[in-house]
């Protein structure tokens, strides 16, 4: 799941805050750069604050720079599963279980197909759905499966599409015993599940 420096620089500034924390003092310190450069009103003179030169400006922004990268952190980043020291590395599922969940999951999601939930992304029921998929997305992922960009949608329904679409491929070679063959599509599955995600936004 690799990604580009615009792709990642996108998630790191999505939220309001990390845009503020460091669009607002890198402004303010371009300005007072400004002031100090051409003689314009600085901003401490405007608002009677503390006097603070353009470089502290560019400091404080740094703070927005470090709250996006924890905001990024935290959002996208999957937690390592801890090994237990008993029993040794976690088991993978073999892929008849991971066949039955996947049928499991598209049952579901089949139902809500084609509902209001679906075509005007309330959360609520397909949020369920969608949670469950990605934990079965994982455990393809620790199977040695390729899976979708999952988490860079943003929507419920884009993610339900992108499950959808991924498993009603993989799937049927895993049920029928076929599992080199879907760890061989399973590239192309991913890219053509994430397209057709994005295609329903």
């Known amino acids: 799941m690799q990604e580009d420096r615009v792709t990642f620089f996108g998630r790191t500034y999505r939220g309001w805050r990390a845009k503020a924390l460091t669009g607002v003092p890198l402004v303010a310190g371009v300005y007072q750069f400004g002031c100090d450069q051409f003689g314009f009103p600085t901003i401490s003179t405007v608002y009677g604050m503390t006097p603070l030169p353009w470089w502290g400006w560019l400091l404080l922004a740094q703070v927005g720079v470090l709250y996006g990268l924890f905001e990024y952190v935290r959002l996208n980043v999957r937690p390592m599963k801890a090994v237990s020291l008993e029993g040794g590395a976690p088991e993978v599922r073999s892929d008849k279980s991971l066949a039955a969940s996947s049928i499991l999951i598209l049952r579901r999601l089949q139902a809500h197909q084609g509902t209001r939930a679906w075509i005007q992304n309330e959360r609520d029921p397909l949020a369920d759905v969608v949670r469950d998929g990605a934990s079965l997305l994982l455990t393809f992922e620790k ?59």
């Open 143 to 201: 199977a040695g499966f390729h899976v979708p960009d999952f988490f860079s949608l943003d929507l419920v329904h884009q993610r339900a599409a992108c499950l959808h679409a991924y498993l009603d491929v993989v799937m049927p070679l895993l049920r029928d015993g076929h599992g080199q063959e879907a760890r061989k599509l399973a590239f192309d599955a991913s890219r053509n599940a994430e397209k057709a995600a994005r295609g329903n936004g």
